[in-house]
């Protein structure tokens, strides 16, 4: 038991703690983007398979983390990485506001929850690069402190997704707030991608910019989309009764 005190004084140092700390503040905001998909794309499921869909989005969520975990020294040297992510991530958040209601479509439920799975994954792998990056830094090499970070993110995914799945059950429109999270976090990824970063340190306003821009084009359009979806039927009325 002696080498077990010595080895539990030796790892949970102040600093350890301090870095362990920092890095559960970094999952619960860098988290929560993944719990914001995880429920904007079960959001249309069926009841039966909004919680299938939470689970194993969680960890396809996890295991892309931990894939990038192995390999972030090598996707650091992709250059226009972050630039093309957050492009990428600008789409999807467009894509999950105007995806139809009800979870039924002409290829049936399964393929529903296969195409949410699909979105799930891809946006996970965009928004994974900082939050690698992130827990990374936090933890300064130290390989325990990774895991723990990827151990910590997995219940606030789950407890995340399924607290915002029940919002939009009864506030639809809170689909709007997550949507525009995952606008910031792209225009965050764009900006801080080295390509970039240099224009954009010479002309700080850019940013400011990109961000109101960003917003009301995905939260925009994809509004005007939904309100005309919603309209169509209503146009067609007529025809119907007769």
Do not use: C
């Amino acid at each position: 038991m002696e080498w077990l005190s010595a080895l539990a004084a030796e790892t949970f140092t102040m600093q350890f703690l301090m870095a362990l700390g920092a890095i559960i503040v970094i999952d619960i905001v860098l988290a929560g983007d993944n719990a914001i998909v995880i429920a904007l794309a079960a959001r249309n499921l069926p009841k039966h398979l909004q919680k299938k869909a939470v689970v194993w989005g969680t960890v396809g969520a996890i295991v892309v983390r931990t894939l990038m975990t192995l390999v972030v020294v090598w996707l650091l040297k992709i250059p226009g990485l972050l630039l093309v992510g957050g492009l990428a991530l600008l789409w999807i958040a467009y894509r999950l506001l105007t995806a139809g209601e009800g979870g039924h479509d002409e290829h049936g439920g399964t393929v529903t929850f296969a195409a949410a799975l699909k979105t799930i994954i891809i946006a996970d792998a965009v928004m994974g690069v900082d939050n690698v990056l992130a827990v990374a830094g936090a933890a300064h090499g130290n390989f325990l402190l990774v895991i723990l970070g990827l151990l910590i993110s997995v219940p606030i995914m789950v407890w995340g997704s399924r607290l915002i799945l029940a919002l939009l059950g009864k506030y639809p429109q809170i689909m709007y707030i997550g949507a525009g999270v995952l606008v910031i976090t792209s225009v965050k990824m764009v900006s801080g991608e080295p390509l970039v970063a240099p224009y954009v340190a010479a002309n700080p306003w850019i940013v400011w910019v990109a961000y109101p821009l960003a917003l009301i084009g995905v939260l925009g359009g994809a509004r005007m989309v939904n309100q005309a979806r919603t309209a169509k039927p209503l146009s067609h009325s007529p025809s119907e009764a007769v």
